[in-house]
């Protein structure tokens, strides 16, 4: 008797499910991307002057960070069923609701960068002429870069997965296949477009990483520097250890 298909079995594994449909797997893949790479840019678009306006103080600040913080609160299913009567069932629906969640992700990372850049260097480009516009675009965005692309980051790992919630309006990206397989027990489709979504996450994170590496090269050049101080102190530690009790050879022969 001829083996089993592994599609009849219905088993975890099945290579035969991967060939047989590819395109719809594809097709599924670059939804999650597009919609992905659309909220986040789109997010990071928004909280940039949401963190420029949290920093006028103390009055601003409170209400934006709140804000932003309640929309993370709220679950995936309510949030979209609340932007549902202003977008219908389509892309925007769930392209917006995964905007507002990571608005409380990027906003705060924009603040702490922008926070972290010393004072004197604002004083100095102060002193060199800059006005408030030129200070923060040459000056204290590219300083907060680290932090700003550390939250980049994380906001594109969580997006990537909250996408999958899209197919409860049929725009979910790799869920649209997760959905119906669970309901159905359809094993490989379950495990193979589950896998797919960890892939997006794993890569987006790497491709992130070096884009982080590149624009932020002085970052570096400071783990670098104090790699070596560590190990020049470390090595001198070492010989004054082992020789710290030896007398020189003048001091012996006196």
């Given amino acids: 008797m001829a083996d089993q298909s592994c ?15 590819s395109q719809e797997l594809t097709d599924a893949t670059v ?3 597009w919609i992905t790479v ?14 420029l306006l949290a920093r006028r103080g103390r009055h601003w600040a409170a209400p934006v960070l709140g804000l932003t913080t309640l929309l993370y609160t709220i679950p995936s299913l309510a949030m979209f069923s609340l932007l549902l009567p202003l977008f219908g069932l389509s892309a925007a ?23 972290a850049v010393p004072e004197d260097v604002r004083e100095a480009a102060r002193g060199m002429g800059y006005g408030p516009a030129r200070l923060l675009w040459q000056v204290e965005l590219p300083l ?3 932090a700003l692309l550390a939250g980049v980051r994380i906001a594109t790992v969580s997006t990537v997965a909250l996408t999958t919630v899209g197919s409860i309006v049929g ?34 994170d790497l491709l992130l990483l070096g884009v982080q590496r590149l624009l932020t090269p002085w970052t570096r050049a400071g783990r670098i520097t104090r790699t ?6 470390s090595g001198g530690s070492r010989g004054s250890r082992t020789g710290g009790s030896a007398q020189p050879a003048s001091v012996k022969g006196a």
């Fill in 7 to 21: 599609l009849v079995a219905n088993d975890w594994l099945c290579w035969e499910y991967v060939t047989s449909r």
């Fill in 31 to 33: 939804e999650h991307v």
């Fill in 38 to 51: 659309a909220s986040v840019l789109i997010g990071l678009a928004v909280s940039v002057p949401l963190a």
């Fill in 93 to 115: 629906l769930v392209v917006t609701g995964l905007v507002l969640y990571s608005l409380t992700i990027l906003v705060r990372n924009v603040i702490a960068g922008l926070e």
């Fill in 144 to 146: 907060a870069l680290p």
């Fill in 171 to 204: 725009k979910g990206g790799l869920g649209n296949l997760i959905a119906p397989a669970v309901n159905s027990s359809f094993k490989a489709q379950v495990l193979t477009a589950s896998v797919l979504c960890v892939l997006l996450a794993l890569v987006a």
């Fill in 228 to 233: 070596s101080r560590a190990s020049r102190i």
